[in-house]
Nanobody
Framework: QVQLVESGGGLVQAGGSLRLSCAGS??????????MAWYRQAPGNQREFVAA???????KYADSVKGRFTVSKDRSKNTMYLQMNSLKPEDTAVYYC????????WGQGTQVTVSS
């Protein structure tokens, strides 16, 4: 089994920063072997890809967040992070983390609200 718990969301003004965390646990969880990613879903919209960090450390970003968001992981803490800078109101959404290795596992999400 894999459990993922996101944290770090909140309310921030436009131009501000937040750092989200995704802590993984469970017998089947391996931060080294799994591809991990952040997605977000705004009200009325479909869930969309934000950023990913793959087993080898390669990263990928949605065009809308390139240059503003940075994804990373800490092996010692079994945790993935999303550093979000220069936040915009359109970044407002529930942010979910996903871990994948054969199957996909999702966290419960954390709300990020950016006020203008």
């Amino acid at each position: 089994q894999v459990q993922l718990v996101e944290s770090g969301g909140g309310l921030v003004q436009a131009g501000g920063s937040l750092r989200l965390s995704c802590a993984g646990s469970g017998r089947a969880f391996s931060i080294l072997a799994m591809s991990m990613a952040w997605y977000r879903q705004a009200p009325g919209n479909q869930r969309e890809f934000v950023a990913a960090i793959y087993a080898g450390g390669t990263t990928k970003y949605a065009d809308s967040v390139k240059g503003r968001f940075t994804v990373s992981k800490d092996r010692s803490k079994n945790t993935m992070y999303l550093q979000m800078n220069s936040l915009k109101p359109e970044d407002t959404a529930v942010y979910y983390c996903k871990a994948a290795l054969g199957a996909d596992y999702w966290g419960q999400g954390t709300q990020v609200t950016v006020s203008s």
